[in-house]
C-alpha cells in the first residue's frame, strides 16, 4: 500500500508554523508497512488543493489531508476534496447533534459559522473529535482506495490517527507491526551504530536501526508478524541481542521520549527528590523535570545561580577566586550547596561557557557538571562546542542533557 500525506494551511508554507504533522503520521504509517513515496505541502488556495489531491489520488492507495477542517471562510479543506472527487456535499444529522451538544457541555451556544463543519461528503464515514469541533472524515474511492481528513492542531489529530486510522488500517493489512526503542546516551550515533553494524544489515524482521534526538541515541527495533503474540516474541529476541552487543550502562530505558521523564520515574520509584543548581544552562534543568507530569512529588527545587555573587551567598561556593566560575570545583560546591539549601537525596549543577566569546580563558563548550548526594560528590567535564557559529543554544541544551544523564545515574546507584 502506497501512503500519500498533504498538509494544508499557509502558515505551514511561510514557516510561521513547524509542519509536526506529516511527520507523526509519517511514522505511523512507516510501522504499518506502508510505503510513503510522497508528501505536499498546500496553502489555503483551492485550486493548488485541487492539484495536489488530483496528484495523490492517481498515484497512491491512500491519501491522509491534515487541516483545513475548522469553521472560518479559509479553512476549505472539505469542500475542495468534495469537489474534486465529485462527492455530494451534504450536511450529517449524527455530526451536527454532537456538535451542539459539545457547545452545551461547555454551556455555550454553537456559531453559526460552526454548522459548515457538519457537512461531508454523503459516503463518508466521520471520525469523532474529542477535543474539538472538527471530525475527521474517511472517503471511499474507486478501486478499493480512500482519502481520511482529519484536523490540523495536534491535539485533535494525534487521537484520530491512533484511535481510528492506525487500528482501520491495522485490519486491512492482516499482519501486525510493533516497534520498540532502545534509549540510549553517552555514546555517539556512529560508535553506537558500529556496535550493532553486523545484526543491523543482517536483521530483515525485526529491522534494527538508530535514531538520533539531540544527544540522545534511540536503536528502534520493528517486528512484523501476523499477531501482536509473535511480533513481541521477535521484538524481546532482537532487545536481547542488542543487549548483548551494547554496554548497559549507556541504555537508560525503554520507549522514553527523553531522559527526563525516565529520571522521574526513578526517582519516584525509590521515593528520592532531586534540586538543580544552573548556571550556564539558565534553567533549563529546572523546566525540563517540571515538564514531567508528576515532577511535584521529586523535584525541591531549582537555583538559576547565574551570577558569581549568588554562587557564594546561596551556594556558598568559595573558590570563584582561586578556581573560576567555570571549573570542576565551582560544579561541586554548587551541588553540594544546593543538596543542602533544599534537603534534597540528589542535587545536579551546571557552570560553563556557552559562548559565543571565550570566558575567563575557557573555550566555548567547556562545561562542568556536578553530581552530590549525602555521602558522595562527582563532577564531570565536557567539551560542546561544534567549532563553527554561535553554540550557545546548542551547548545549553546538551549540558542540560548531561546534565540529567548524570543524576539519573546517581538515582539508580542509591
Keep these: 500500500m502506497i501512503c500519500e500525506i498533504i498538509c494544508v494551511g499557509t502558515e505551514l508554507l511561510t514557516g510561521k508554523t513547524i509542519n509536526t504533522n506529516a511527520s507523526y503520521i509519517a511514522k505511523k504509517m512507516m510501522m504499518l508497512g506502508?510505503?510513503?513515496?510522497?508528501?505536499?505541502?498546500v496553502g489555503d488556495n483551492t485550486e493548488r488543493l485541487t492539484e495536489a489531491v488530483k496528484r495523490a489520488v492517481d498515484r497512491s492507495d491512500l491519501v491522509i489531508t491534515c487541516g483545513g477542517l475548522g469553521s472560518t471562510y479559509d479553512d476549505m479543506t472539505k469542500e475542495t476534496v468534495c469537489k474534486t472527487l465529485g462527492k455530494d456535499f451534504v450536511l450529517n444529522k449524527d455530526v451536527e447533534k454532537e456538535l451542539h451538544e459539545y457547545f452545551k457541555r461547555q454551556n455555550r451556544v454553537m456559531p453559526e459559522s460552526n454548522?459548515?463543519?457538519?457537512?461531508?461528503?454523503?459516503?463518508?464515514?466521520?471520525?469523532?473529535?474529542e477535543n474539538g469541533t472538527?471530525?475527521?472524515?474517511?472517503?471511499?474511492?474507486?478501486?478499493n482506495k480512500q482519502l481520511i481528513m482529519v484536523p490540523g492542531p495536534p491535539k485533535e489529530m494525534k487521537p484520530m490517527i491512533d484511535g481510528t486510522v492506525v487500528p482501520m488500517l491495522m485490519k486491512k493489512s492482516g499482519f501486525v507491526i510493533?516497534?520498540?526503542?532502545?534509549?540510549?546516551?553517552?555514546?555517539?550515533?556512529?560508535?553506537?551504530?558500529?556496535k550493532i553494524r553486523d545484526l543491523s544489515i543482517s536483521s530483515q524482521n525485526p529491522t534494527v536501526a538508530t535514531y538520533v534526538k539531540d544527544m540522545q541515541v534511540d536503536i528502534r527495533i520493528t517486528a512484523k508478524a501476523e499477531n501482536e503474540e509473535k511480533a513481541t516474541a521477535l521484538l524481546d529476541e532482537y532487545e536481547e541481542k542488542v543487549r548483548k552487543l551494547v554496554p548497559q550502562e549507556y541504555i537508560f530505558g525503554v520507549d522514553y521520549d527523553n531522559i527526563e521523564e525516565r529520571l522521574v520515574e526513578v526517582l519516584k520509584e525509590k521515593g528520592l527528590k532531586i534540586a538543580s543548581a544552573e548556571s550556564c544552562t539558565g534553567g533549563f534543568i529546572s523546566k525540563r523535570i517540571t515538564d514531567i507530569s508528576g515532577a511535584s512529588s521529586v523535584f525541591e527545587c531549582g537555583v538559576c545561580s547565574y551570577g558569581c555573587n549568588i554562587k557564594e551567598k546561596l551556594l556558598g561556593v568559595d573558590?570563584?577566586?582561586?578556581?573560576?566560575?567555570?571549573?570542576?570545583?565551582?560544579a561541586a560546591e554548587m551541588?553540594?550547596?544546593v543538596l543542602a539549601l533544599s534537603g534534597a537525596d540528589i542535587a545536579v549543577s551546571?557552570?560553563?561557557?556557552?559562548?559565543?566569546?571565550?570566558?575567563?580563558?575557557?573555550a566555548v563548550g567547556l562545561v562542568y557538571i556536578g553530581v552530590a548526594t549525602k555521602n558522595k560528590t562527582e563532577t564531570f567535564e565536557y567539551s560542546l562546542a561544534l567549532g563553527r557559529g554561535n553554540q550557545r543554544n546548542n551547548v545549553r541544551t546538551n549540558a542540560s542533557t548531561l546534565a540529567l544523564y548524570n543524576a539519573y545515574?546517581?538515582?539508580v546507584n542509591l
Design 34 to 41: 506502508i510505503n510513503m513515496y510522497h508528501q505536499t505541502v
Design 115 to 129: 454548522i459548515k463543519q457538519t457537512y461531508m461528503p454523503s459516503d463518508a464515514t466521520p471520525i469523532p473529535n
Design 134 to 143: 472538527a471530525c475527521g472524515i474517511i472517503i471511499p474511492l474507486e478501486d
Design 178 to 194: 510493533l516497534g520498540r526503542s532502545l534509549n540510549t546516551l553517552g555514546l555517539g550515533e556512529s560508535a553506537l551504530a558500529e
Design 319 to 330: 573558590t570563584i577566586s582561586e578556581y573560576g566560575a567555570v571549573s570542576k570545583e565551582t
Design 335 to 337: 551541588a553540594q550547596g
Design 350 to 362: 551546571t557552570t560553563g561557557n556557552a559562548g559565543p566569546d571565550v570566558m575567563e580563558g575557557k
Design 409 to 411: 545515574k546517581a538515582a
